[in-house]
């Protein structure tokens, strides 16, 4: 049977023992929606974290198995095969236990059994403010890193899965466009991004897409159908509209409904995305940042940091309160909506 340890057998030395000076047992958990990225962002936590002498444990489903004292302990083997590939080994859940002191109070003592003094939370913004209300209660060092497709979070240029769903997107919108030119079709493809319109403008550009619907900017319907009515006049045979899910209309059925009412050059086709995003194999890109971002989480609890997000900023690595980080919104580059609306003639 597996020992409720984890193995030394494989672990290396730090090469400078000066360094060696443990904060304790480290912790390891992913929350809310799975992105691509997060399991080589847990490679990287937990090789990182055993090259600098530390036990590492992974805790199953998120916040409910912090609860539920449903904890593994990690070594080399654990994360051996994984950078690759998508979801999470760990898994993740929602946990409404966890939004009362009760539920705190077990997580807590799950931890303290195990002398484990840091925790490390991959995911969201709701995930981080657990994290952030738990280390105000209770004296446990905790680390956010940001793992999550929309690219909305404060104190980070880029969030673990992004790219890999905004490329995602734009491979499946090639596809529609094939299906869009054989039969004269206008397609109103619906991508995630209920607050934010990040993947739906950068997807959108990089697929060419007519027109770009996003929360950030209002959405102008009889603007829209004059831009269609113009490119059917000069002979446009099919067309592509991308829409964020938390566009104010209501998303792509409804604004292909109200188009339909006012318009009829084309044959019209909704298409959303959904879930695909969510999965798939890490892009490079996603696969070095969140091998960065497990480093710097490490490091930088080694260094006393807690309460704050471990983000990228100019290519360098900064910290963040978590406060903050789910405080403050993102500045969407409203240049890039521009460009877009450029290139869309």
């Not at 738990?134 to 404060?154: H, K």
């Not at 090639?174 to 299906?179: E, P, V």
């Amino acid at each position: 049977m597996p020992s409720d340890q984890p193995q030394s057998s494989d672990q290396p030395q730090p090469s400078d023992q000066s360094h060696n000076q443990p904060f304790g047992d480290l912790a390891i958990l992913t929350s809310g929606g799975d992105s691509p990225g997060m399991n080589a962002c847990i490679r990287a936590l937990v090789r990182s974290g055993i090259y600098y002498g530390h036990r590492v444990w992974g805790v199953i489903r998120g916040y409910d198995g912090l609860i539920q004292d449903e904890f593994r302990p990690m070594d080399l083997r654990s994360v051996g095969n994984i950078i690759h590939r998508g979801g999470t080994i760990l898994k993740s859940a929602r946990s409404e236990e966890f939004r009362t002191a009760e539920g705190r109070r077990k997580a807590y003592e799950n931890l303290i059994k195990r002398n484990i003094t840091a925790l490390v939370v991959v995911g969201g913004d709701g995930s981080f403010r657990g994290a952030n209300v738990f280390a105000e209660e209770y004296p446990v060092s905790v680390m956010g890193l940001p793992g999550t497709i929309d690219n909305d979070l404060y104190g980070t240029d880029y969030t673990i899965g992004f790219d890999t769903a905004t490329n995602t997107v734009v491979e499946c919108i090639d596809k529609i466009r094939d299906t869009a030119d054989a039969h004269n079709r206008l397609f109103f493809i619906e991508v995630m991004g209920r607050d934010a319109g990040y993947i739906a403008l950068n997807g959108g550009i990089a697929a060419g897409c007519e027109e770009i619907l996003i929360p950030e900017t209002k959405t102008d319907l009889n603007a829209l159908i004059e831009v269609l009515k113009k490119g059917r006049a000069n002979h446009k045979s099919s067309g592509l509209i991308i829409v964020a899910e938390g566009d104010e209309e209501g998303g792509a059925y409804e604004i292909a409904r109200k188009v339909a009412k006012q318009f009829n050059g084309y044959e019209m086709k909704v298409t959303i995305l959904g879930h695909i995003q969510r999965g798939g194999s890490p892009s490079y890109f996603d696969r070095v940042l969140a091998s960065r971002l497990g480093i710097a989480a490490i490091e930088g609890l080694r260094q006393g940091q807690s309460k704050v997000m471990a983000g990228i900023i100019n290519n360098k690595i900064v910290y963040t309160p978590i406060y903050e980080a789910v405080k403050n919104s993102t500045q969407m580059d409203l240049d890039l909506y521009r460009i877009s609306k450029i290139l869309a003639i």
